[in-house]
């Protein structure tokens, strides 16, 4: 018979005016309300942490910074990791079988299907900051030319790939000022280099861990950018 009888009383309970069932799922919101308003259930002004908090939400980390970061193991066109690597973005790269070693084919040597570039003045200024001095002599993307007005190192390689002569003309300073070649040649390609020079110009804003090169000259290395991250 309790089952009876129960079922009877709650029927009434939920009939009669002013009565109220306490089910499990309001002692929770009652609880929720409590630690909300920083009021522990019991009243007291300080909730435990073990009170306020309810449950650990999961943890979701799907952001891999490796697959926004360049990758300089794939900078090189002959499929070979770098020579020599100044950062991420930067590195120096050998030459694919049976390139000239010119700096009008430096281009290819960069892998241009991954994002890989032949390095320009300005980013290898940038990147390599004076403060990285590498260990290979590789080109670059710039030129220096005694009939340019500024003289200073350009974006582009070389016009020209054989000999160009021209008037003697001072083409670079170590980084004190000192002069240290005097050419005659119409055009300088740009390389890498062991040691802080001035090129075409003897100003500091033409400073870095570069040389000039005779544009007939061939290299083994060629120096290659991707974009910053």
Known sequence: MRGPRLQFAF???????????????DLVRSKDAATDSGVGADGASDVSPDD?????????????????????TTAC?????PAFTFNSTMVICGLITG???????????????NGWHLCTATEYQNREDKTIVPSKGGWLAS??????????????????????????SDFVWDCGGVLLHSLPWTYM?????IACTRLGSNNAVNEAYWAVQGVMTTLSFVVCCTQQP
């Open 52 to 72: 306020a908090v309810w449950f650990d939400a999961p943890q979701f980390n799907d952001f891999d910074p490796s697959l926004d970061s360049p990758n300089p």
């Open 99 to 113: 390139s000239s070693g010119k700096q009008c084919d430096a281009a290819k040597q960069c892998n241009s299907t």
């Open 11 to 25: 029927l009434v309970a939920l009939l009669l005016p002013g009565c109220h069932l306490i089910f499990p799922f």
């Open 143 to 168: 030129c220096v030319s005694n009939v340019s007005a500024t003289k200073e190192p350009s974006n582009k390689i070389c016009p020209a790939c054989d000999t160009n002569p021209g008037p003697k």
């Open 189 to 193: 390609s740009v390389r890498s280099w």
């Open 77 to 81: 066109s002959n499929g070979q990791p």
